[in-house]
């Protein structure tokens, strides 16, 4: 079968990418954290880098003021944390798939379906939880610039692995029916 060769392929190129993503959003947080220990600890004191302050290069060229980048890094920490969990998820469903040799299982769809909804679910609810925190934060610190959470969300993205779930689960069905269905005995030739 042509056709499951490449899910397979497919399901093995997505096992490897999201074990990447989660690397990545891993390194992405500790990046944030790191970044945001720094802003604290300098307490709004410049930090020159040549002769030239790293604030004044993000207020100049970003448009940011430092309330506004501690912002961003909080945030960008808590969506880095949430789609690194999201990543291991993906990469578990991926090697089910891959030990089960097709996606046409009802562990499959299942497994499909809650990714599908925590990706949804995580998506809005850490865009939620930050819009949350960044206007408590912006009552205390007015500098604190509008941040926008559209492109983080991954809402059609969760939706779309639901749809495809129901697929995966109406194909593990069909080949379950078949297989209880006994097979018609071959018929013997009588001879005279």
């Not at 578990?92 to 089960?100: C, G, H, P, R, S």
């Amino acid at each position: 079968m042509k056709s499951l060769t490449i899910i397979q392929t497919i399901a093995k190129i997505g096992r490897i990418l999201s074990k990447i993503i989660e690397i990545c959003c891993i390194v992405s947080f500790c990046i944030c954290i790191v970044n945001l220990i720094t802003c604290a600890a300098l307490n709004g004191e410049p930090f020159k880098l040549g002769g030239v302050t790293i604030l004044s290069m993000l207020e100049s060229r970003a448009q940011m003021n430092l309330p506004t980048v501690v912002a961003y890094f909080a945030v960008g920490a808590a969506f880095s944390a949430a789609y690194a969990v999201l990543g291991k998820k993906a990469e578990t469903y991926f090697k089910n798939e891959l030990a089960d040799e097709t996606p046409f299982t009802l562990r499959g769809a299942n497994e499909l379906m809650r990714l599908g909804i925590l990706t949804a679910a995580v998506s809005v609810g850490t865009a939620i939880l930050c819009a949350i925190g960044v206007a408590a934060a912006s009552h205390f610190v007015p500098e604190i610039q509008e941040i926008s959470f559209e492109e983080y969300s991954a809402v059609g993205v969760g939706l779309a692995m639901i749809m495809l779930s129901l697929f995966c689960r109406c194909g593990a069905e069909q080949l379950e029916e078949k297989a209880a269905i006994p097979e018609p005995p071959a018929q013997q030739e009588n001879e005279i």
